[in-house]
């Protein structure tokens, strides 16, 4: 079995900064793209932030400039950096990973999802 844990989430200030900590776990040869995605209240999941296994990156348009995606191959970590805050930034932010797993297929995972609260 295989899983996503989230970390890093809280409440800042507009204008602040959060670091975002993705990590898998379990039985699995390789994490393939992560990604993460965002679910304010009353409004649809969205993408966020997108890495492949390779570097290549790709941000919504209302981040870009302000987050960062990145991974630690070796730690099987992904993370976000969020800086400038806004309130509308908003959200339950949620870690999404392709795993390639014991049984050679591409399993789509969910991690349990932070809160991340910006407010003066």
């Known amino acids: 079995q295989v899983q996503l844990v989230e970390s890093g989430g809280g409440l800042v200030q507009p204008g602040g900064s959060l670091r975002l900590s993705c990590a898998a776990s379990?039985?699995?040869?390789?994490?393939?793209?992560m990604a993460w995605y965002r679910q304010a209240p009353g409004k649809q999941r969205e993408l966020v932030a997108r890495i492949t296994n390779d570097g290549s990156t790709n941000y919504a348009d209302s981040v870009k400039g302000r987050f960062t995606i990145s991974r630690d191959n070796a730690k099987n970590t992904g993370y976000l950096q969020m800086n400038s805050l806004k309130p509308e930034d908003t959200a339950v932010y949620y870690c999404n990973a392709d795993l390639l797993v014991l049984t050679m297929q591409i399993e789509d995972c969910w991690g349990q999802g932070t809160q991340v609260t910006v407010s003066s």
């Open positions: 379990g039985r699995f040869f390789s994490v393939k793209a």
